[in-house]
């Protein structure tokens, strides 16, 4: 058996959390490393498996965590970080508690709201200008055209993202701690997307400034959240909670 981590945070009134059940359906416990506190249960490596279920139960342990009104800041590690046996957890809090108290404190009292950017025209301009492959029917000079107006296409859309990105990020100028952006390209299928850090009481008011929002023409925006800030906790904090 070892030791899975869901999340580090602060819990200043030292108040007893009961947390569904975790990844495999064991029992969250949750405990006090120098002034932190950490949220891990044990599980079999063995079979651990990269299910949505298992995700979600993973999930959902967080979830519970970040609803608590009397938790001002948490930082949600990912399903796939590293197990590790219990006491390396302890030896990373102790060996890293200055950089989570610096994450802490940038994301205290705030969440995540997510917004998805879609063009209606995407999948077309994809199959116009698809190219026909390296069929003998094809010339050489004909599949390279066909290649270039591709890139043509393909360079024009991206900028036509990057300017309405950032038209939707100006618009919530004011409404947030700070924000990301993702335009997809390198993710396979993932949408583009804009992350917001949100204070908590400022969701209705993130809200709506959203229902005000105004996109060109054949662009979609949805919104998700308020969520556990995942995008906001860097890849150096995941490897420093694995114990890396």
Not at 64 to 92: G, H, K, N
Not at 153 to 181: N, P, W
Request: glycine share 8%; aromatic share 8%.
């Amino acid at each position: 058996m070892t030791c899975i981590v869901y999340s580090i945070f602060r819990n200043p009134n030292k108040i007893s959390l009961q947390l569904p059940d975790g990844v495999q359906e064991s029992q969250v416990q949750v405990g006090e490393r120098e002034g932190l506190w950490v949220a891990s249960s044990l599980i079999d490596t063995q079979k651990l498996a990269g299910t949505v279920q298992e995700a979600m139960r993973f999930f959902s342990v967080n979830e519970a965590v970040f609803d608590r009104q009397d938790i001002p800041s948490m930082i949600p590690l990912r399903y796939q970080t590293v197990p590790m046996d219990p006491t390396s957890v302890i030896e990373c809090v102790h060996r890293q508690r200055s950089r989570l108290d610096q994450v802490l404190d940038f994301l205290n009292g705030c969440g995540e709201m997510g917004l998805r950017i879609l063009s209606s025209d995407q999948a077309g301009m994809k199959q116009k200008y698809q190219p026909e492959g390296t069929s003998l029917a094809s010339s050489g000079t004909a599949y390279l055209r066909s290649r270039q107006e591709k890139s043509r296409m393909h360079m024009m859309e991206e900028e036509k993202l990057q300017e309405v990105m950032d038209h939707i990020t100006a618009h919530f100028s004011g409404y947030c701690r700070s924000c990301l952006q993702e335009t997809g390209q390198g993710h396979g299928r993932h949408l583009p997307g804009i992350y917001f850090l949100v204070p908590k009481e400022g969701r209705a008011a993130f809200e709506a400034q959203f229902q005000s929002l105004v996109c060109p023409e054949k662009w979609k925006v949805l919104m998700t959240g308020l969520w556990p800030p995942y995008n906001f906790v860097s890849q150096e904090v995941f490897d420093h909670a694995n114990g890396i």
